[in-house]
């Protein structure tokens, strides 16, 4: 009876160990960066494994290019924890989310207390008039961090229709969360 126990017992363990959720290498290197953000040979179970991105090197990225009068605008608001630089978050009123993170009516993000961006005319009056500051935006560029500006380039397209020019001038070790360069179009004067 014993035997006939220990073997009911190990049978799923014996599924488990064979299963796609196991991988020796993934128990023996639990920081590894190819597992945590599941890129290179683990990009293939992103969809089965809890998603993460990479929220710290973007931050890092900002951190070391802001400089004095530029400003920081957070779409993918965790990434706000590894940032040392001032910051304002933006979640659009459209989003479901804008009820849950604001308070003050709509003006505060509800965890941080740091000034909240809920629309898009507020967002681009926050891009600096001096052409030598810049807007540095955090968010999310494809699956994982969703935020107000949703994937791909919507953010290049929604600032070109508003007479500003962003550029995407990093991407994080998954290509999940990218900082976008935004400043105003230079008009030249032709007579």
Not at 132 to 150: E, H, Q, R, V, Y
Not at 162 to 169: I, R
């Amino acid at each position: 009876m014993k035997i006939i126990s220990n073997i009911i017992l190990f049978v799923p363990i014996l599924f488990f160990l064979i299963s796609e959720d196991f991988h020796l290498y993934h128990v023996f290197n639990v920081s590894a960066k190819e597992i945590n953000f599941r890129t290179g040979m683990y990009n293939k179970y992103s969809p089965h494994w809890y998603p993460r991105a990479d929220l710290k090197s973007p931050s890092e990225f900002v951190n070391k290019v802001y400089k004095h009068g530029d400003i920081v605008v957070v779409g993918a608001i965790t990434s706000a924890y590894y940032l040392d630089k001032p910051y304002i978050n933006y979640i659009s009123f459209k989003s479901n989310r804008f009820m849950q993170m604001s308070r003050k009516e709509g003006n505060e993000e509800i965890w941080t207390g740091r000034p909240l961006v809920y629309n898009l005319i507020e967002f681009f009056r926050l891009v600096p008039s001096d052409p030598d500051n810049s807007l540095w935006l955090i968010a999310g560029i494809k699956d994982c961090m969703p935020d107000t500006f949703g994937y791909s380039n919507s953010i290049i397209e929604i600032s070109e229709r508003n007479n500003m020019v962003a550029t995407l001038k990093y991407e994080g070790i998954d290509g999940r969360v990218g900082i976008y360069e935004i400043k105003r179009k230079e008009y030249s004067a032709n007579p």
